[in-house]
């Protein structure tokens, strides 16, 4: 008997559950098409670390953090650069209701399904040395108690209840190769049912063609994500004017079968693709010595006290903080002609400032394990992944001395051989201006800045001292890589998460949320993204496309 579906939603990550679960909250019937099996449920976000963009939190107010919705749509604003009219247009008005949104009612939305946060406030992507240019003017990243994971559940137990209840059906190893359009409205998909698969959550499935399906309804929402894991896609979209040539060596944060397909296949049945040029990729990318998926890239979440060197070993001009200013730092690490870059650092900045992306990298939040998150976060040891990735990891070096640190420098470089004693220089010169609680060195007055709130202080960014001090040794030198991770452009929409034809009027039935409408009105950051906004970026867009649709199918 075939299921008689309200709304069809293409993707079973975040924002899939979330459009689903306001549906079904409603009493509609929803059939969820996803191209990979039930193990991958929640799709990329199980892998996240969970952070959540929240402005004027209990949270903040509790660390001395003074926010408000005006200067965080400040910071927005003036980290996203608008400045295409017709590709903007819709972006603007999604920036100023996701920052009124965090602002407002998110935590509450979240904390009535259950998720609740750590007490600490990070401050991620702390921007460019501008009030009104790009950055977060005050800690804003608020990391989920149980991280990725426990931000699916709480979307995703109430979808399987209703799926209990008959109200959700899904169609796994069903890939969607067409929106069939009929009238000038989306009213279902086409496309190729793909062999079996037993495989877990993350690894690269089989692209075996078995069968053909065709699924009716009466809208559809596409929620597929980007194209964080294809790199041709990312090639041809890269914006060689604004960061410089592509690099010839990219590993993936994401897994394989984040590959941009329905971007292509929406617009071919009509809606308007926007800002393909602008995309999220990181600097402080390593390559993962226990992979899940092909090329599996791990990020360093870093403090701001390492020191970062170029290919060349130049140190980074500012504002190339490390956490700063990523598309910036894109930018300089690539007019070298090279596409890696290093962070020198020793034992006692790593055990404070070191924090690997991902769920499975953080065991101790992801379980939800107090005890053990105690002792292993801001004590006299890094925490154990990322020890592992120090004995393990192709990217690290580990020395006594600056001559045999350089010497293993040299050994895993893509690039010129690096000079001991001019690292030792530059090194040296920043250690001199430690003896001072103030400083003409840039780098060291952020320090310092940073340690003025709570979280920094006690947890996360360690006391400046000599880096060449062995007390604080042994010396560590880390080649970073550039990571693949975010789409944001995507499908144009409006505020009620419908998808647009290329005259910008409304496309009849289709919808988009999540990733592959960039998050919201087909690139909701802009050109920068300002950190934990992303997982946000999926609820707000899905609550809005469940939302919306419940009130047009009433």
């Known amino acids: 008997m075939t299921y008689e579906a309200d709304v069809i939603v293409v993707g079973a990550g975040l924002a899939g559950l979330v459009a689903t679960y306001e ?27 969970g952070g959540l963009f929240l402005v004027d939190s209990p949270e903040q107010r509790r660390n001395g953090i003074k926010d408000s919705y005006d200067l965080a749509l400040q910071d927005w604003l003036g980290s996203a650069g608008f400045d295409r009219d017709d590709e903007d247009h819709w972006a603007r008005q999604w920036a100023e209701a996701y920052v009124r949104f965090a602002a407002t009612q998110k935590r509450q939305y979240l904390r009535d399904l259950g998720l609740r946060f750590t007490p600490v406030v990070g401050w991620a992507e702390r921007g460019g040395g501008l009030a009104d240019g790009h950055g977060n003017s005050v800690p804003r990243f608020h990391l989920t108690w149980g991280t990725g994971p426990e931000v699916v559940r709480v979307f995703l137990e109430p ?34 049912v793909l062999e079996p698969s037993d495989l877990e959550r993350g690894q690269a499935s089989s692209r075996v063609v078995v069968d053909s399906f065709e699924l009716r309804a009466k809208a559809v929402v596409v929620t597929s994500g980007g194209i964080g894991h294809n790199h041709d896609l990312i090639r041809a979209n890269w914006p060689v004017d604004r960061l410089g040539k592509c690099p010839e060596t990219m590993i993936s944060g994401v897994p394989a079968h984040v590959d941009g397909r329905m971007l292509a296949v929406s617009e071919q049945a009509g809606a308007n693709l926007v800002n393909r040029d602008r995309m999220w990729h990181y600097t402080e990318g390593l390559h993962n010595w226990d992979p899940i998926w092909p090329d599996h890239a791990i990020r360093i979440i870093p403090g701001p006290s390492s020191m970062w060197f170029d290919a060349t070993g130049k140190r980074l001009p500012a504002p190339n903080f490390p956490g700063f200013d990523t598309n910036q730092s894109m930018k300089a690490i690539l007019s070298t002609g090279y596409d890696y870059s290093w962070f020198v650092l020793n034992q006692t900045i790593i055990n404070r400032e070191f924090v690997l ?57 893509r690039g010129p051989q690096l000079d001991p004693a001019e690292i030792e220089r530059q090194i040296v010169a920043r250690d001199r201006e430690t003896g001072n609680s103030f400083s003409k060195d840039l780098q060291l007055m952020a320090i310092g800045n940073a340690r003025r709130g709570l979280g920094d202080r006690l947890v996360r960014v360690a006391k400046p001292h000599r880096i060449l001090d062995p007390a604080h040794g042994p010396l560590i030198a880390v080649r970073l890589n550039v990571l693949t991770r975010k789409t944001l452009g995507g499908i144009q929409t409006t505020l009620d998460s419908q998808a647009l034809h290329t005259d ?13 409408a960039g998050f919201g009105g087909g690139g909701v950051h802009g050109y920068n993204a300002l950190e934990g906004t992303f997982l946000g970026g999926c609820i707000f867009s899905g609550r809005a496309a469940g939302r919306a649709l419940v009130r047009a199918l009433a």
């Open 159 to 192: 979808v399987l209840e209703a799926e209990r209840r008959g109200l959700v059906q899904f169609s796994f190893r069903h890939q969607v190769d067409e929106i069939v359009v009929e009238n000038g409205a989306a009213v279902g998909v086409r496309g190729s």
């Open 504 to 516: 910008g009027t409304p496309f009849p039935g289709l919808y988009a949320a999540g990733e592959v």
């Open 357 to 413: 992306s991902g769920s499975e990298q953080n065991p101790d939040i992801t379980g939800k394990d107090l005890r053990k998150t105690l002792t292993s976060r801001g004590g006299k040891e890094a925490p154990g992944p990322v020890e592992a990735f120090k004995k393990h990891g192709v990217d690290f070096v580990v020395a006594g001395t600056i001559g045999e640190l350089v010497a293993g420098m040299n050994k895993i470089g």
């Open 23 to 49: 549906l079904t909250k409603a009493g509609r019937r929803v059939l969820v098409v996803e191209q990979e099996n039930r193990a991958n449920l929640g799709g990329q976000a199980f892998w996240s670390l």
